[in-house]
């Protein structure tokens, strides 16, 4: 009964949205104008494009096909129903997109561009044209006539998901890169080691995966919780990785995989503690609590050094985009102090202050890289943390991702030189209880991070115009310590991820909390379609 009951109003949703042809789309485009009257599709739908843009418009037609039942052909014709025309004048994310009575036109430069376009697309259309899932309900499909000229303001726009606390899988995660998309952004951080967890196959240290991608306990200890002694873990192949990073290719989004080194690495000394330790004669395992470990790697030791290469070797052939992240974050310096070679590198590099060993250790990665063919090169992306020590031999040629003090450490940056991702841990850390109500799942916060919290959030408030160029973007990020299941993944994750989408995308002066809240209405269809949990506050 409650099935029928679901599909009846599911009926009813989609034919309301296609009767009123609203203009729903998230993230808001720079510039609207809606005409009077609409595109009305055939059983079939034409498409000139040029050869170079046809693979964008070959993904949409199997998606559109199957949710609508028209078929997409390509066509070289002139009275082709839609036409794709490539313009050197349009940014390369961004699009024209002019819906006629008769005929649907789109200006785009680039495949990104085209890509965005087709999202925004079918968020003219009810909201499992989006989802890609068919509906039996809709007798004629259509568009509103409108006209839309976009592009994102800023390049960067991101999410981060930690894997290193807890282990969700390959499904798990294409699911998120496909929401992802239908917000048009464009970075998968992937957060894949930490103390309690080493999630990537590394082929040359195949004890990473085999001893530090499992540990005793489900549960991450913290006050009265304790480890619940629970055999617990998982990892990616590098088969499995592959196919994930292709899969967000296909959706432009590039994945910036993170090796936190050499603190928050617990796992990777449990399983090669030999070659990695501070204390090679204490025991070392896969950490059970959550926090802060002091078991970090002995950046002293030529052969660590020789391991961060290896694995960044590795990654490099992984991960075909521009950038790798390192960390940097939150590394206890105690076990250097008391290490003989950790003391003997600090004073041989001149220096009194143990946060220079991290830095020095990082330079010597650094030039591994920059010692690499061109298109093997990465830049090297860091928490903010990297800014205590004394960054000078790094260069400015590295980013920054300002977390802590985010608006100041970002400022910091960015008048040493270096670009900065803005990842403020308040409001941004969408992990966090999106409400004070006794109902929200367990994790971190109070519930003062609600939609309206992240949303608000400005980035780039009062920063001087010259300092503004060396600002890449936003991310929102989620810390798994207290997420134990996929579903409460989403259920924080959403509708919050769609304001950092909108901040990243939209020009600061179009951003209306009210307005973004009945935009989004829509989208609670594309959830349940997508089978994606969410945060139900906001929604009617």
């Given at each position: 009964?409650?099935?029928?009951?679901?599909?009846?109003?599911?009926?009813?949703f989609?034919?309301?949205?296609?009767?009123?042809?609203?203009?729903?789309?998230?993230?808001?485009?720079?510039?609207?104008?809606?005409?009077t009257?609409?595109?009305?599709?055939?059983?079939?739908?034409?498409?000139?494009?040029?050869?170079?843009?046809?693979?964008?418009?070959?993904?949409?037609?199997a998606?559109?096909?199957r949710?609508?039942?028209?078929?997409?052909?390509?066509?070289?014709?002139?009275?082709?129903?839609?036409k794709?025309c490539?313009?050197?004048?349009?940014?390369?994310?961004?699009?024209?997109l002019?819906?006629?009575?008769?005929?649907?036109?789109?200006e785009?430069?680039?495949?990104?561009?085209?890509?965005?376009?087709?999202?925004?697309?079918?968020?003219?259309?009810?909201?499992?044209?989006?989802?890609?899932?068919p509906v039996?309900?809709?007798?004629?499909?259509?568009?509103?006539?409108?006209?839309?000229?976009?592009?994102?303001?800023?390049?960067?726009?991101?999410?981060?998901l930690?894997?290193?606390?807890?282990?969700?899988?390959?499904?798990?995660?294409?699911?998120?890169?496909?929401?992802?998309?239908?917000y048009?952004?464009?970075?998968?951080?992937?957060?894949?080691t930490?103390?309690q967890?080493?999630?990537?196959e590394?082929?040359?240290?195949?004890l990473?995966?085999?001893?530090?991608?499992?540990?005793?306990?489900?549960?991450?200890?913290?006050?009265?919780?304790?480890?619940?002694g629970?055999?617990?873990?998982g990892?990616?192949?590098?088969?499995?990785?592959?196919?994930?990073?292709?899969?967000?290719?296909?959706?432009f989004?590039?994945?910036?995989?993170?090796?936190?080194?050499?603190?928050h690495?617990q796992?990777?000394?449990?399983?090669?503690p030999?070659?990695l330790?501070?204390?090679?004669n204490?025991?070392h395992?896969?950490w059970?609590?959550?926090?802060?470990?002091?078991?970090v790697?002995?950046v002293?030791?030529?052969?660590?050094?020789r391991?961060?290469?290896d694995?960044?070797?590795?990654?490099t052939?992984?991960f075909p985009?521009?950038?790798?992240h390192?960390?940097?974050?939150?590394?206890?310096?105690?076990?250097?102090e008391?290490?003989?070679?950790?003391?003997?590198?600090l004073?041989?590099?001149?220096?009194?202050?143990?946060?220079?060993?991290?830095?020095?250790?990082y330079?010597?990665?650094?030039?591994?890289?920059?010692a690499?063919?061109?298109?093997?090169?990465?830049?090297?992306?860091?928490?903010n943390e990297?800014?205590?020590?004394?960054?000078?031999?790094?260069?400015?040629d590295?980013?920054?991702?300002a977390w802590?003090?985010?608006?100041?450490a970002a400022?910091?940056?960015?008048?040493?030189g270096?670009?900065?991702?803005?990842s403020?841990?308040?409001?941004?850390?969408?992990?966090?209880?999106?409400?004070?109500?006794?109902?929200?799942?367990?994790?971190?916060?109070?519930g003062?991070?609600?939609?309206?919290?992240v949303?608000?959030?400005?980035?780039m408030?009062?920063?001087?115009?010259e300092?503004?160029?060396?600002?890449?973007g936003?991310q929102?990020?989620?810390?798994?310590e207290?997420v134990e299941?996929a579903?409460?993944?989403?259920?924080?994750?959403?509708p919050?991820l769609?304001?950092?989408?909108?901040?990243?995308?939209?020009?600061?002066e179009?951003?209306?909390?009210?307005?973004?809240v009945?935009?989004?209405?829509?989208d609670?269809?594309y959830?349940?379609?997508k089978?994606?949990n969410?945060?139900?506050?906001i929604?009617?």
């Amino acid at each position: 009964m409650k099935a029928k009951l679901f599909l009846f109003f599911l009926s009813m949703f989609v034919l309301m949205s296609a009767v009123a042809g609203n203009v729903n789309i998230v993230p808001l485009p720079t510039k609207v104008e809606v005409g009077t009257g609409k595109f009305l599709f055939r059983k079939s739908l034409t498409v000139n494009t040029p050869d170079e843009l046809y693979p964008v418009v070959e993904k949409f037609a199997a998606d559109f096909s199957r949710a609508t039942g028209i078929r997409v052909k390509k066509s070289k014709s002139s009275s082709a129903q839609m036409k794709i025309c490539l313009n050197g004048d349009v940014p390369a994310e961004g699009y024209n997109l002019n819906v006629k009575p008769n005929e649907i036109v789109i200006e785009v430069s680039a495949p990104a561009g085209l890509f965005y376009a087709l999202q925004s697309l079918k968020q003219l259309m009810p909201r499992n044209v989006l989802a890609g899932v068919p509906v039996a309900t809709v007798e004629q499909w259509s568009l509103p006539v409108v006209q839309i000229a976009d592009a994102p303001s800023f390049g960067w726009r991101g999410f981060m998901l930690d894997e290193g606390r807890h282990f969700y899988g390959k499904e798990a995660v294409k699911k998120i890169i496909d929401v992802m998309a239908a917000y048009k952004m464009n970075r998968f951080h992937w957060h894949l080691t930490e103390d309690q967890g080493w999630r990537i196959e590394i082929k040359k240290y195949p004890l990473l995966t085999e001893v530090g991608a499992w540990r005793n306990s489900k549960v991450l200890g913290w006050g009265d919780t304790k480890p619940d002694g629970i055999r617990y873990g998982g990892f990616y192949t590098q088969h499995d990785v592959k196919e994930i990073v292709q899969y967000a290719r296909e959706r432009f989004i590039e994945i910036v995989p993170e090796v936190d080194i050499p603190g928050h690495s617990q796992a990777a000394v449990a399983s090669y503690p030999g070659l990695l330790a501070c204390d090679i004669n204490n025991w070392h395992e896969v950490w059970l609590w959550q926090g802060v470990s002091s078991d970090v790697i002995n950046v002293a030791d030529p052969n660590a050094v020789r391991f961060a290469k290896d694995v960044i070797d590795e990654l490099t052939e992984l991960f075909p985009f521009g950038y790798i992240h390192l960390g940097g974050d939150e590394c206890p310096t105690a076990k250097w102090e008391r290490n003989n070679e950790c003391r003997e590198l600090l004073s041989e590099i001149g220096s009194k202050n143990y946060r220079d060993l991290q830095i020095h250790f990082y330079k010597q990665l650094k030039d591994h890289i920059a010692a690499k063919p061109q298109e093997k090169q990465r830049k090297l992306i860091f928490w903010n943390e990297v800014l205590h020590g004394n960054t000078a031999p790094l260069g400015d040629d590295i980013t920054i991702m300002a977390w802590v003090g985010a608006d100041r450490a970002a400022v910091e940056a960015a008048k040493r030189g270096m670009t900065t991702i803005l990842s403020p841990q308040i409001p941004y850390y969408i992990n966090r209880r999106q409400s004070p109500l006794p109902t929200e799942p367990r994790s971190q916060g109070h519930g003062t991070e609600t939609v309206e919290a992240v949303y608000n959030y400005v980035p780039m408030r009062g920063v001087e115009g010259e300092l503004q160029q060396r600002y890449l973007g936003v991310q929102a990020n989620f810390w798994t310590e207290w997420v134990e299941d996929a579903s409460t993944v989403e259920y924080l994750m959403l509708p919050r991820l769609a304001a950092v989408a909108e901040a990243g995308w939209t020009p600061q002066e179009r951003r209306d909390y009210n307005d973004f809240v009945e935009r989004i209405q829509t989208d609670t269809l594309y959830y349940r379609l997508k089978g994606v949990n969410y945060g139900k506050h906001i929604f009617k």
